[in-house]
């Protein structure tokens, strides 16, 4: 069963990537949040940083191409196939409305028409293998046979579905139902958070050969050596690859965006801890690295790690009663 790391922009970054798998075993791939090629090939910072080969050296990791044009997806393939990189992914997830306004992402699935021409246009001549991401519709689940359909008419190496529709966001439950219908090995995405919900999954689904692990990777890293049968994360650990992190991005990064970086990562560690509040306020409040610093060393010396932990949607959208 393979598992794969999710792409979360703004989060599972190149450095994030390489820390995590310093650190912890169990992740057979980490795909990198979309990259958005424009006419000129001109890349952001962000995203330049991101997919420079020093930045990956090493790294099990797929580049994944957010784009409406098979011109500017095969410009990019070239160019990344250039840099070293075995494989490509298409995103045809991404909710954001800024996203589907321009037609990208999950935009595409409401114009068959418009992704047909994209497919036919990058699976022609492919210069790598090319997985795809994908949502099941864009306003309802009953568009999931129609696209499914059209989908099995390309050569992709890998289906991944994270089977909610655009209009969902990430609200609900998945509707796992949607990978009854897929007749061969796919990829599963979407709200596994514990072996639990794995277990569950791939007995009920067993043409699922992988799943791809976002929130729940990363609220806790030792998740995907725990999906294989391995140990459960210990203080110890999450106190060293937190550190580790710490250290990587304030050598790049100025204090006051590893500061907000940090603080939007706690909010998915602190699922991994039994009681937080008052630690939780004062990693909220926290504006300096000296500030940082004091929260953190009371959580991990005040707070106690859960038995089995597991990502919650709450803490991380400040929705728990205890704050
Ligand atoms: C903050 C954030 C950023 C994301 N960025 C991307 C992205 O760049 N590309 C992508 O395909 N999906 C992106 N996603 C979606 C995740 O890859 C994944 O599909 C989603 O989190 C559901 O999986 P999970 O329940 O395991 O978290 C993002 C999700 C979040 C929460």
Excluded at 181 to 192: K, S, V
């Amino acid at each position: 069963m393979n598992i794969y790391f999710a792409p979360m922009e703004g989060v599972t970054d190149a450095i994030f990537r390489r820390v995590h798998r310093r650190h912890f075993d169990g992740v057979d791939k980490y795909f990198m949040p979309f990259i958005s090629p424009t006419k000129s090939m001109t890349f952001t910072r962000r995203e330049q940083f991101d997919m420079s080969p020093e930045q990956n050296a090493g790294m099990p990791v797929v580049p994944q191409i957010l784009c409406n044009s098979a011109a500017s997806f095969n410009a990019l393939a070239v160019l990344l196939r250039d840099m070293g990189y075995k494989e490509l992914n298409l995103n045809l997830g991404c909710p954001s409305g800024t996203v589907t306004a321009k037609g990208k992402g999950s935009g595409l699935l409401r114009a068959p028409d418009k992704l047909r021409e994209l497919l036919d246009g990058i699976f022609t001549q492919p210069v790598l293998p090319i997985s795809i991401k994908t949502r099941i519709g864009y306003e309802s689940v009953e568009e999931w046979p129609r696209l499914l359909a059209l989908l099995r008419d390309y050569p992709m190496s890998e289906l991944i579905i994270h089977p909610r529709t655009r209009q969902e966001f990430y609200n609900g439950m998945p509707h796992r139902e949607a990978c009854e219908l897929i007749a061969f090995p796919f990829l599963y995405n979407g709200d596994i958070f514990s072996l639990s919900d794995y277990q569950a999954l791939t007995e009920k689904y067993p043409r699922v050969s992988g799943v791809m692990l976002g929130r729940g990777l990363v609220a806790n890293p030792a998740l995907g050596r725990k999906l294989r049968g391995g140990a459960e994360l210990t203080m110890e650990e999450l106190r060293s690859f937190h550190d580790d992190l710490y250290t990587e991005y304030l050598h790049y990064w100025p204090e006051s965006a590893v500061v907000g970086r940090m603080h939007l990562i706690m909010k998915y560690f602190c699922s991994c801890f039994e009681e937080t509040g008052s630690v939780r306020r004062m990693l909220r409040k926290a504006r300096s690295v000296a500030e940082y610093d004091e929260a953190v060393y009371r959580l991990f010396h005040e707070c106690g790690l859960k038995k089995e932990p597991v990502f919650d949607v709450d803490i991380l959208l400040g929705r728990d009663q205890r704050t």
